[in-house]
């Protein structure tokens, strides 16, 4: 199974200790839409990484950022990302960082990340 843009995103982000760091895409076999999507998503992480991390810490109520996990913690800051650019439907946004907190996590995790991700799509009113 070919892996998606989210996933080498995902793995990205999540070798980083600090989000001062630029996130750069590491190793991949994408095919070019993919990359196009990748390259676009970190792009925009990059320039709105204190936007991202401020709307993830107004939703994760009870949770400072720093005491979210580090896989939960990734796909939240990334799929807030995806959710702000708005070129994919909210729902399969959710649905596929839940797969990957799913995959690299819990299953807890990422129910975590589903309601996240869910409200700040409902807040943020991203369609």
């Given at each position: ?11 990205s ?12 895409l ?102």
């Amino acid at each position: 199974m070919r892996l998606d843009f989210r996933h080498y995103t995902f793995n990205s982000i999540f070798r980083l200790d600090d989000y001062s760091d630029n996130i750069v895409l590491i190793d991949n076999d994408l095919e070019q839409n993919q990359l196009l999507r990748a390259n676009q998503l970190i792009q925009h992480t990059n320039v709105n990484i204190e936007n991202i991390l401020q709307i993830l810490g107004n939703s994760a109520e009870n949770w400072t950022v720093s005491r979210i996990g580090k896989a939960e913690r990734s796909a939240l800051i990334l799929g807030i990302s995806e959710l702000l650019l708005n070129l994919t439907p909210h729902k399969v946004i959710v649905a596929e960082w839940t797969k990957i907190v799913d995959k690299h996590s819990s299953s807890d995790g990422a129910k975590f990340v589903n309601a996240i991700l869910d409200n700040v799509s409902k807040d943020y009113d991203v369609n």
